[in-house]
């Protein structure tokens, strides 16, 4: 075992603070790696404040986590020392159904993924995520990190990335394709990037206008106010594939309404309350709701490689640990454009 320095959250009301965890020793399949830079995810704040259900305290969030490996395991042949290496949102599964089996480890059916954090590995240990100066994880759920993505832009790829990539990748987004994002934020920044590099119209649903600048600048062909009744009356049947990336409970009527035939709206975000959905636009439209939890290892691996090759990153501010709580109050005020990484090396150095 070893001691690593990190930041935890004790409770759901106090601020996260500096503390050490203790990290395993490297197994045969092991890797260990040093953490360059860890993002912060608006799921990191939902489970510190204990909105997802009661954590098991001391919680060292982060799930989008980058940096280099310093140790590998006697039968790990995929890595080495001094290779990029990443981890997101899960750190393992049961291996054995079908899901996994298929590259889903996301969708484990057997004892369900093994977050990263806030979470129960097989050695029966709590996992402790990004927040930290180093990690120790099983050599098949890391994905390497490809030249041409620096390490602080890579991290927010392993969850905002993926949560997008995988939705667009499944319902076909491309040439030909009318693609809507709800939401310009750490996710919905990402789902502009990524539709417009796959080919495929791009418009951004926001309450306003206030981001419209940017997101052109980001690769949107069109952007729209919902708050504005006319949205709703102009776009109607316009779109093959939305993408809420917001967690309000929204209008879900009003939202299907902008699908074309066949069209489909997918749920990212995670509202707190159950949603209200009206048979009538499904009906009418042939219309399909629907939602996606970001994505399996070997779709990870091939979002890391796309964005490489497209040039695609998300915009980030880069933060010292100490700024942590700041940066937390924020993202709920959405005073972030778009996602904050954490440089960790102080952590490393401690």
């Known amino acids: ?51 997802w259900g009661q954590p098991n305290y001391p919680v060292v969030p982060g799930h989008e986590i980058a940096g280099v490996v310093t140790e590998v395991g006697s039968d790990v ?27 889903l480890q996301q969708y484990c059916t057997g004892t369900g993924m093994v977050g990263t954090y806030n979470a129960v590995g097989r050695d029966g240990e709590p996992t402790y995520g990004g927040y930290s100066g180093e990690i120790v994880v099983d050599e098949n759920y890391v994905l390497r990190i490809p030249e041409g993505i620096g390490l602080d832009a890579a991290a927010p790829l392993l969850c905002a990335g993926i949560t997008l990539y995988s939705p667009l990748r499944h319902w076909n987004a491309g040439p030909g394709k009318k693609v809507a994002v709800i939401g310009l934020g750490g996710l919905g920044h990402m789902g502009v990037k990524l539709a417009h590099a796959m080919g495929a119209e791009v418009t951004v649903l926001s309450q306003s206008l206030k981001k419209m600048e940017d997101g052109l600048r980001l690769g949107a062909d069109a952007y729209y106010a919902t708050s504005d009744p006319a949205t709703f009356k102009k776009l109607a049947g316009h779109f093959d ?49 629907s939602g996606s ?58």
Do not use: W
């Open 77 to 103: 042949t995929a890595y080495k020392v001094g290779d990029r290496v990443g981890v997101g949102c899960f750190v393992d599964s049961c291996r054995e159904c079908d899901n996994c089996k298929a590259g």
């Open 241 to 289: 594939l939305i993408l809420n990336t917001v967690s309000a409970n929204l209008d879900m009527g009003k939202y299907l309404g902008l699908l074309a035939v066949d069209g489909t709206l997918v749920e990212l975000g995670i509202p707190e309350k159950p949603m209200a959905v009206p048979v009538f636009p499904l009906a009418g439209g042939r219309r399909s709701l």
């Open 293 to 350: 939890m970001i994505g399996g290892i070997p779709e990870t691996q091939e979002m890391l490689d796309f964005c490489a090759e497209h040039g695609v990153a998300p915009e980030i501010e880069v933060i010292e640990p100490d700024y942590i709580n700041e940066a937390y109050e924020r993202v709920l005020a959405s005073d972030v454009r778009y996602r904050f990484v954490i440089d960790t090396a102080s952590l490393r150095e401690a």
């Open 1 to 51: 075992m070893s001691t690593v320095t990190a930041y935890a959250a004790t409770s759901a009301t106090e601020p996260l603070t500096k503390t050490t965890v203790t990290r395993r020793d490297v197994g045969p399949h092991d890797v260990r790696f040093d953490i360059h830079f860890a993002g912060i995810c608006h799921s990191d704040i939902h489970t510190v404040k204990a909105e």
